[in-house]
């Protein structure tokens, strides 16, 4: 399909009533929360938990995390990286959203007839490198195969078991009004790099996708903030946007951030530009936000900035009493805007 | 395709070296072994490993089991469960053949656009039903849709967190000449129910699916026999034929099972007769096979045969110091044959 397709991308509150899965029930923004929360939580018994990246229980008193995330993105090789790689960091990532360091990953496989053995062998070598970049290893896995056109080419599930680190007591659920907002770097990279390959569009030469592990950031924040470091996130599908209203609707709180503050490269702003895409919406694969207690924020900057992948920190706003659950930007024309989740989908299969 | 096609189920030498991903890659028999052991395991950096259900590992002196399977089973619904049941039961199996108690499941779906929601909320209600019938709990989860077209109504991947019970040193590489080799109950239901139901064939109503949690069943047996339990394995994909296989091979042992200790039900007799398949090559989901050491074959058995998922369990064979990594049947006419694994797929999307 294409991704300009303007009945897709604004069609007319498309739903659950519908009685269909649309395109947008994975787009990670409101259609996905609301097919979890009135679909698959309930029917999973798990209604009225804090949906959160990773899941977090304890095994004769080790504290662990679980992360599962199905990978479909579409093309399997991309500026950046490949689904191999893709996989293992989402995995990593969301352990790391949790105050967790992996300790083991399961990777599973459903391939289409006449798939090429070699990007199989190149996906699973780039999968195995990460892995081991990311300090841990795939222990176990599973390979299904099913027949020619009833997959696209190949889909992967990694899950990842994580130890929580001490001292980390993330949630998204724990933002407080006072609270510093920090974003570890720039936003929408993955997704238009993705779009961009897809489409063969002509900004596709100056991205690059920013797939890479964030666990050493998310350990280096544990070890300098501690218990004042509140929640962590990081904006994949659904984008900042996302990740920022799923925060503010957790903990029931407001959150404002300055546009001025916002780093958006030049090639996704213009990419959005051209294809008509908030910013906001687009995923990374490589950046984090944090909401932490403001007596914490300069050493938490400052031990963002130390670590590769945080070099570009920047503090994008904070958390508010006012208006709880709602995300709100000051734009660079000095007025205030609402934040709000994407409804739908705007870019199917980007992870 | 059709289950009958010669062309597919007897095709001179499929391999990794036609460059292509062929449906019996992901059959559970030879070829599904040997692109473990030549692509993936060698990619993922673990190549040597003995391939078992799930991995073992210690996370802050807790023994942990993780495990994952893909499911893609054709039908989504069929006599005696749905993919949701068969997807925890599956998983919850795999980490009670390594001696482990399930403690928490994460669940992927990939899911093509247009699928009915109605069916979605069976699916996952039947998957939290069957996480807690097994005392366990679906903690995490990830959804994802593709366009029309682009996956065959939705497939799902479960993973599995388990506690290994204490007293529980089961590998499959831990079988020894003189072991005897016990089985919990008829083998070959699960697959010729599924056939049965997607092609509609007359005995399909006779079948229902046998896909049920063995935790409670392994439990029992490592609370019977301790380390005298050497390995368990549920004959899923590629039947008892290569769960036997699996063992023999990883324990550089022999195996000689008797044909008249073998419960085939008449049903799956009839169908495998019709379809022109062994019956040691089709699917359970609800028995394992396990090896034991001589010495603790009784008080085994009799723990076996108190539970209601092993209530039909019987002595099949031992294991013995000739023929190393071969399996062999002494038949019911007082003949012998090789038990091989199944080189390619006779029964595509069974699980």
Do not use: W
Not at 84 to 99: E, I, R, S, W
Not at 132 to 155: E, H, M, N, W, Y
């Amino acid at each position: 399909m294409s991704v300009a397709d303007p009945a897709r991308a604004v069609c007319p509150a498309p739903s659950v009533e519908t009685g269909r899965v649309l395109l947008g029930h994975g787009s990670g923004g409101r259609l996905s929360a609301e097919l979890l929360r009135d679909v698959i939580l309930p029917a999973f018994g798990t209604a009225g938990d804090v949906p959160q990246d990773a899941a977090a229980f304890a095994v004769d008193g080790a504290r662990l995390a679980l992360s599962t995330d199905a990978f479909v993105v579409d093309p399997l090789f991309f500026p950046g990286g490949d689904i191999g790689a893709l996989a293992v960091h989402g995995t990593v990532n969301d352990l790391a959203m949790m105050g967790a360091a992996p300790v083991a990953l399961a990777l599973a496989y459903v391939i289409e007839e006449g798939f090429p053995v070699e990007d199989l062998r190149r996906i699973s070598a780039s999968a195995g490198a990460a892995a081991a970049a990311a300090g841990t290893r795939i222990v176990t896995g599973d390979t299904k195969v099913v027949g020619r056109g009833a997959a696209d080419g190949l889909f992967v599930t990694t899950t990842g078991v994580g130890r929580r680190l001490s001292g980390a007591a993330v949630s998204a659920a724990a933002a407080r009004p006072g609270d510093v907002v920090l974003l570890s770097g720039p936003i929408g990279v993955h997704g238009t790099a993705i779009i961009g390959a897809r489409e063969g569009f002509g900004f596709a030469a100056e991205l690059a996708s920013d797939t890479r592990p964030l666990h050493r950031l998310a350990a280096a924040m544990v070890a300098a903030a501690g218990p004042a470091l509140h929640a962590m996130r990081d904006p994949t599908r659904g984008g900042l946007a996302s990740a920022l209203n799923e925060i503010a609707a957790a903990s029931r709180a407001g959150i404002e951030i300055d546009e001025a503050a916002l780093p958006v490269p030049a090639p996704v702003a213009d990419a959005c530009d051209l294809l008509g895409l908030d910013p906001l919406h687009v995923a990374g694969e490589g950046c984090l936000v944090a909401v932490a207690a403001a007596e914490a924020a300069d050493d938490l900057l400052n031990a963002m900035r130390r670590t590769p992948e945080g070099e570009g920190a920047v503090v994008l706003g904070r958390v508010v009493g006012e208006h709880p659950g709602r995300v709100v930007m000051h734009t660079l024309v000095g007025g205030r805007r609402i934040v709000d989740m994407l409804l739908g989908e705007q870019l199917p299969r980007i992870c």
